[in-house]
């Protein structure tokens, strides 16, 4: 997800996001543990865009107070 994406969504669309990514990872890292994960850069991909989505959300909550 290309940051220029993010930056255009509104502040629940992020959070929903957010709560999203955070449940793939953990489902994936499940997978991992368990010896099913077919594809671990994906794990990688996922974590980054969690990594964008807060600090969007970061810039966002700072610029309004």
Do not use: N
């Not at 489902?27 to 671990?40: C, F, N, V, W």
Request: hydrophobic share 35%; charged share 40%.
């Amino acid at each position: 997800m290309k940051v220029s994406e993010i930056r255009e969504l509104s502040v629940d669309d992020l959070h929903a996001r957010e709560k999203d990514l955070d449940d793939q990872i953990f489902r994936l890292r499940i997978q991992k543990s368990m010896g099913q994960l077919e594809a671990p850069a994906k794990v990688r991909d996922l974590r980054k865009d969690l990594a964008k989505i807060k600090t969007i959300l970061r810039e966002k909550q700072v610029t309004t107070t």
